[in-house]
Each structure stands twice: as structure tokens, then as C-alpha cells.
């Protein structure tokens, strides 16, 4: 009898001890902007395996068409909204009336239909104004739309804003693609995957680049085996809980909010 309960005491304390050994979940989401330019380049991002975000621009030829392809296929679809210094009909810019930037959000939301949020493209000084950015967190809560903040500057107060309403939102940890060699994709691709293996989640912005797709193509399948789960956008929202990662913040809060 004691000989089985030391067994069972013994047993028991291996399992205690082992359980800490485990590794925890990492995820990791992917988002391609800039799509819409291209019928070639839409549609072998669209082969990308996996709950890839769709982000598509407004003022590109096959913005709609393709909008409504990707959501048929099963992909979250995206607004890739032009933000100063990008131009063009959407665009926003500092010192725009709010009234102006309401117009040229719902035009470019009705460009790219079944979109569930938006990201901004470029916006390094719009997404620095805290106005504007307000009034936008605000705009998408009222629509059932979340924001991804790029975070194409370090003065964003975009999350910040987002949090702030407690919008539905995450933030860009890895840029894919700034050096379009296939080498420096996949090292950052790994960076991704250290950082989602060090910080349980990582969301990463890549470009259809030819070379970022022939990376993607050929690592994506071998996610899993290196103990990552690609999940979509709105999963990654509920895995964060709208706070900020400790590049963005402190305790869950954004900086310059």
C-alpha cells in the first residue's frame, strides 16, 4: 500500500514538474497589402494557404472584383486606406475637414465591399494626428469595423486612439518586404516566428512582391512544424485583447496615446 501511494505521489509530481516544460501557443497572422493592382499578383496571393488578410486598395483597377473574390474564396477582406504622404482621390491628409475625410472613407469603403476593417497605406503624418484618428476609431466602432494599425511611424497615436474606444484592433509587428531580397524576407519571416514564439502572437504586413509570394509559398507550409498557428484578424484581435505588445507600450497600454 505505501509502495503504491509513493508510486502515485511520484507519478503525480512528474506531471507538476513536466507541465511549466510545455510550450505555449504562438500565433501568427498575415496581411498583404496593396492588392487590387494586379490580376496575377491578386490571384497567387490568393493561393497563399491559410487565412491570409486580403488588403486591398480603392483606387486600383480590380479593387471591387477582387474584393468579392477573396471574400468568396474564404479570405478576410481589408480597406487598405491611403493615409498623407500617399495621394490620390481617397487619400487622407492633415488639415482636412472631417467632413472631407468622411466622403473619402465611405467612397473607399464602397470600392472594397465585404471589408471588415481597414489598415492604413503609408499614413506616416496622418496617423500622427490625433484628431483625425480619433474621429476614425470612433467612425469604425459605429460601423462594426476594426482597425489594424501599419505603424508606418513611430508617432502613431492610431492604436493608441483605437484602445482608447476600446475599438477591435492589433497592431503590425514585422514588415515582410522593406529589402525585397528573398533572403532578407525570410529572416524577417523568422523574426516573425521568434517573436510569436517569444510573445505569443506576432502579425506581420507583407506585399506581393514576387519574391515575398515565392517566400511565402514555400515557408508557409512549414509554419506548423515550427509550433506556429496562422490565424485570422479577428482571432488575433481576440487573442490580444486589444492591448498593446511591449514594442508598442507598457502594461497593455500604447505609448503617445
Known amino acids: 500500500m505505501r509502495y503504491l501511494l509513493c508510486l502515485l505521489l511520484y507519478l503525480l509530481s512528474g506531471a507538476v514538474f513536466a507541465a511549466p516544460a510545455q ?119 459605429r460601423r462594426h469595423l476594426f482597425f489594424v494599425d501599419s505603424r508606418t511611424s513611430a508617432a502613431t497615436v492610431a492604436a493608441a486612439k483605437a484602445q482608447s474606444v476600446d475599438l477591435a484592433h492589433v497592431s503590425r509587428d514585422v514588415f515582410l518586404d522593406d529589402v525585397r531580397t528573398a533572403e532578407a524576407i525570410a529572416g524577417q519571416l523568422r523574426l516573425g516566428v521568434e517573436l510569436a514564439r517569444k510573445q505569443g502572437s506576432a502579425v506581420l504586413i507583407g506585399h506581393p512582391y514576387p519574391q515575398t ?16 498557428e496562422l490565424i485570422n484578424l479577428r482571432q488575433m484581435i481576440a487573442e490580444r485583447s486589444n492591448q498593446a505588445m511591449p514594442a508598442h507600450g507598457s502594461h497593455g497600454v500604447y505609448r503617445n496615446r
Open 23 to 141: 510550450q505555449g501557443k504562438a500565433y501568427m497572422s498575415l496581411i498583404i497589402d496593396d492588392l487590387g493592382q494586379s490580376s496575377a499578383r491578386d490571384s497567387r496571393t490568393l493561393a497563399l494557404p491559410g487565412p491570409v488578410t486580403m488588403a486591398i486598395m480603392p483606387d486600383t483597377p480590380h479593387a471591387t472584383e477582387f474584393a468579392r473574390q477573396a471574400h468568396k474564396a474564404g479570405k478576410t477582406v481589408i480597406l487598405h486606406m491611403p493615409m498623407d504622404p500617399a495621394t490620390g482621390p481617397y487619400a487622407w491628409h492633415p488639415g482636412t475637414p472631417i467632413a472631407e475625410l468622411a466622403q473619402r472613407l465611405d467612397a473607399a469603403l464602397a470600392k472594397v465591399p465585404y471589408a471588415a476593417g481597414i489598415n492604413n497605406h503609408m499614413g506616416s503624418r496622418m496617423t500622427s494626428q490625433a484628431e483625425p484618428m480619433a474621429w476614425l476609431m470612433g467612425e469604425l466602432q
Open 213 to 228: 509570394l515565392e517566400v511565402l509559398e514555400r515557408e508557409m507550409p512549414r509554419l506548423r512544424s515550427q509550433g506556429i
